[in-house]
């Protein structure tokens, strides 16, 4: 799939990518699309299941993350219970601070019910007028040592590169935005290396 993205890249003109993640956020995206089925089924009285099936596959991504650090955390033989989780991004937007409706909180709020020592990372989010973040923990980290060594590492939302680059320091990186690379990084929907040979 990533090579088709960015084989439609290279294209010089008309070109508007669309590129999977953890999930959609802001304010039109997770709720707008939602209109046309509505309207079909008011004005014609038919179904339009596409729509309603991508916005359940987007509702359902913050589970998937989820579910990949847990099955990478089993393969260590760790449990989720008090590991350090680094969650490198909460703004929907690529270097905005805005997180209205990201699904960086629904990843944040299934790590904290798992009882993971969660740590949040994003320069461009104030967590005071945050949206997504609950008062106490998880942890927000400004300073980089905070989060040195975290078990696993996922890179949520629009992480920028650098902010991205810069976590993968932890033994399992679960990438969601295809920011970086290493050994120790998974891409969230590429195959799952760690199963392959199996």
Not at 14 to 30: D, L
Not at 171 to 180: F, G, I, K, N
Request: glycine share 8%; proline share 10%.
């Amino acid at each position: 799939m990533w090579e088709a993205i960015d084989a439609a890249e290279s294209k010089p003109f008309g070109f508007m990518p669309f590129r999977p993640g953890p999930g959609v956020g802001g304010h039109c995206s997770p709720i707008d699309p939602s209109y046309l089925p509505w309207r079909v089924t008011q004005s014609l009285g038919l179904t339009f299941r596409f729509v309603e099936l991508a916005n359940e596959v987007n509702e359902h991504m913050p589970d998937y993350v989820v579910r990949r650090l847990v099955s990478a955390l089993n393969d260590q033989e760790r449990s989720m219970k008090g590991s350090r989780i680094l969650v490198a991004g909460v703004a929907y937007k690529r270097t905005t601070g805005d997180d209205r409706e990201s699904p960086s909180g629904r990843v944040i709020e299934l790590l904290t019910e798992q009882h993971a020592d969660v740590v949040v990372r994003d320069p461009h989010v104030d967590p005071e007028r945050s949206h997504v973040l609950p008062p106490g923990p998880p942890g927000w980290s400004s300073p980089p040592t905070r989060c040195a060594r975290p078990t696993s590492c996922s890179s949520s939302s629009t992480t920028t590169p650098s902010t991205c680059s810069s976590r993968g320091r932890g033994e399992y990186v679960l990438d969601t935005r295809r920011c970086t690379s290493g050994t120790n990084v998974e891409h969230l929907l590429e195959p799952d290396r760690r199963h392959a040979s199996r």
